[in-house]
């Protein structure tokens, strides 16, 4: 993915990012739908060879036990993930 802003660490640009995902979606006592998120942005560059460094040290991780209170963004992409995984569902007919 690519990154807004690369990050510059001692004179090299890490313009996307790896990502270490897991969403553990579940249903409230009132059966509205909910989800705790971990996630982890690592800071990664493509070196000449086409290889990835990573820039393990700078890593962003957002941790949420509920998606109570998240803002709009979270909210956002955690709809587009879960329409996505519902096509996927169809579609494999589960």
Do not use: H
């Amino acid at each position: 993915m690519k990154a807004t802003n690369p990050i510059e660490i001692n004179g090299k640009s890490f313009d996307r990012y790896s990502l270490n995902l897991a969403i553990n979606g579940k249903y409230n006592a009132d059966g509205t739908p909910d989800a705790s998120i971990a996630a982890r942005f690592i800071p990664t560059r493509l070196v000449e060879n086409g290889e990835p460094e990573q820039a393990q040290e700078q890593s962003v991780n957002i941790a949420l036990g509920s998606l109570s209170g998240s803002d709009e963004p979270t909210l956002t992409a955690v709809a587009e993930i879960s329409a996505a995984l519902q096509k996927f569902i169809l579609s494999k007919g589960l």
